[in-house]
């Protein structure tokens, strides 16, 4: 069982920057593929941005694409989302989630753990 917990949201200014955090617990970290995922309010979640298990390569939204980067560091058991030119429309309930060696999909059922969420908030 993984456990994961999400933490570095909070309110910004259109045009700031955030860096999220995810620590993971209770499995081989590296044999997780780890994906980002957003519900804004009266909306559907939806997929940010995901990282493959067993190589850097990620996939992207196209709303986050040139603004958002996913990294991963095994060594220390966590996820980071570094969100660059934020906007409103970014403002949402972000989720971390784990996929045991997973390819990094943006389909939310392909990920068996999830995190509680931490939100952000973009004024305009």
């Known amino acids: 069982q993984v456990q994961l917990v999400e933490s570095g949201g909070g309110l910004v200014q259109a045009g700031g920057s955030l860096r999220l955090s995810c620590a993971a617990s209770?499995?081989?970290?590296?044999?997780?593929?780890m994906g980002w995922f957003r519900q804004a309010p009266g909306k559907e979640r939806e997929f940010v941005v995901a990282?493959?298990?067993?190589?850097?390569?990620?996939r992207y939204a196209d709303s986050v694409k040139g603004r958002f980067t996913i990294s991963r560091d095994n060594a220390k058991n966590t996820v980071s989302l570094q969100m660059n030119s934020l906007k409103p429309d970014d403002t949402a309930v972000y989720y971390c989630?784990?996929?045991?060696?997973?390819?990094?999909?943006?389909?939310?059922?392909?990920?068996?753990?999830w995190g509680q969420g931490t939100q952000v908030t973009v004024s305009s």
């Open positions: 990282i493959r298990w067993n190589s850097g390569t990620t």
């Open positions: 209770g499995g081989t970290f590296s044999n997780y593929a």
């Open positions: 989630a784990a996929d045991n060696y997973g390819m990094g999909t943006d389909r939310q059922y392909d990920y068996e753990y």
